[in-house]
């Protein structure tokens, strides 16, 4: 070998130390690609540092619990698509606890058992489309936290636990659930609008063999509408079947159509605040028509004038709901059965989290901020301006105000004005001047003159001038001249 590569070798991770390259394998740092190498099992001893295990395109058909005989702690990312899988362990997943990425595509895995991925508690992508998966544990997909991507396309599933991602706690994060081109024939569309608007946007149905009814219709109007992912990108392909049609139809074509007479829905937007009583109103085009009900957001249907509990419906087809709690916000759905025609409408409700009329509503926030600045700037000019003396108390009640030429004793930047001594036998200080005694910031002048006495007339308070004093234009002491 040349000396380079040599050393890149004595370098390389694949040493006596680390462990060697598995036969029919390419390793590259801690990438190990076993993909179209005629492997019936998984090559030992896979080295304790692989971040990445690539086998793709071979011939593993059954993934037992000791595949990895000890604990890969840097594995993130599994791949075992095109493999004709059919069995995995359910403990097939205890020595790679960090798993991000596993890739069981394209194989014939027929079910997903109880808790079969439950020790993957950091998995975030789950690909598990192309199988013949019928059966679906509601269980198989608990402690998956972090996941965020479930492809589950082209497989046999004709019922999927949607109770999984009703109130977001199994998959809190889940972003993205592909349910295309199954077996499904219908569809729980109360669950499905109650869902967050970030699933709704990546739930993908289409290809499934779907019964026709004006639900599903507004299910899927609504997303087109909403320019949601899932209809826009896939509107010819969500499609369903008529009674009397011998050919799946296109969802959003059964508008008008008989036998359903299915009309689009409108929607909208009522905001209220806490301990309220609202009326929804179903405003429908449709006159004269009784036959109404509503769906509150948990999928409960109100269709009895009075009702029961906080919901009640009002002899005019509104919903009338009483002591709004914060859980009362959703989409509240009226439909109307005419003879002629369906008619659905959508009221967004919005429940603010305080009371508008409590007995301690707050100030508004624009108000308190212009009133806190305006006592700010208050407080700031009696500060500047109205300071008081310190030794206004021993000021005479006929003393002539300072002479204009004393003002150059006073710091440029000081906000109290000099004052002169005041009755005799009391010395008044301040924070200009010291009379006698140490000089500037109480240190005891050096070398200065001492200072002649008192003399009358308009030069009487002027200063001796002090050669070894210095003042900054930033201190309380005067400049001294």
Known sequence: LPPLLLALALLAPWGSAGGSCPPRCVCASNILSCSQAVLSSVPTPLPRFTAVLDLSHNNVSRLRADWAPGRLAHLHALLLSHNGLSFVSTEAFAHVPHLRHLDLSSNRLRALEENLFSDLTELEVLLLYNNEISTVDRTAFDNLGRLRKLYLGQNRIARFPLELLRDGSRLPQLA???????????????????????????????????????????????????????????????????????????????????????????????????????????????????????????????????????????????????????????????????????????????????????????????????????????????????????????????????????????????????????????????????TTGPGQNGRFKVGGTPQPPPRHGPKAQRKVSDPDSVSSVFSDTPIVV
């Open 176 to 434: 993205l659930l592909d349910l295309s081109a199954n077996r499904l024939r219908s569809l729980p569309v109360g669950e499905l609008q109650a869902l967050p608007a970030w699933l709704r946007d990546r739930l993908y149905l289409h290809g499934n063999p779907l019964a026709c009814d004006c639900p599903l219709f507004q299910l899927v109007a609504r997303g087109h509408r909403r320019q949601l992912s899932a209809v826009m990108d896939f509107q010819e392909e969500l499609r369903c079947l008529l009674p009397t049609a011998p050919a799946p139809v296109g969802i959003l074509a059964l508008a008008g159509r008989q036998p359903l007479n299915c009309s689009e829905a409108r929607e909208a937007v009522q905001e209220a605040h806490l301990g309220d009583t609202v009326t929804l109103s179903c405003d429908t085009r449709l006159r004269g028509v009784r036959n109404r009900y509503w769906v509150t957001p948990e999928g409960d249907q109100v269709s009895e004038e009075g009702g029961n509990g906080s919901a009640a419906l009002l002899a005019n087809g509104s919903l009338q709901l009483r002591g709004l709690r914060p859980n009362d916000s959703g989409t509240y759905t009226c439909r109307v059965v005419g003879p002629l025609l369906n008619e659905t409408l959508y009221v967004d409700l919005l429940v603010h989290n305080f009371t508008l009329h409590g007995p301690h509503d707050t100030l508004n926030t624009a108000y308190t901020t212009l009133v806190g600045c305006i006592l700010s700037v208050v407080l700031v000019l009696i500060y500047l301006y109205l300071t008081p003396c310190r030794c206004c108390c021993c000021r005479g009640a006929d003393k002539p105000p300072a002479p204009r030429d004393d003002s150059i004793n006073s710091s440029v930047l000081s906000a109290t004005p000099n004052h002169a001594t005041g009755v005799p036998g009391e010395p008044c200080r301040s924070r200009s001047a010291s």
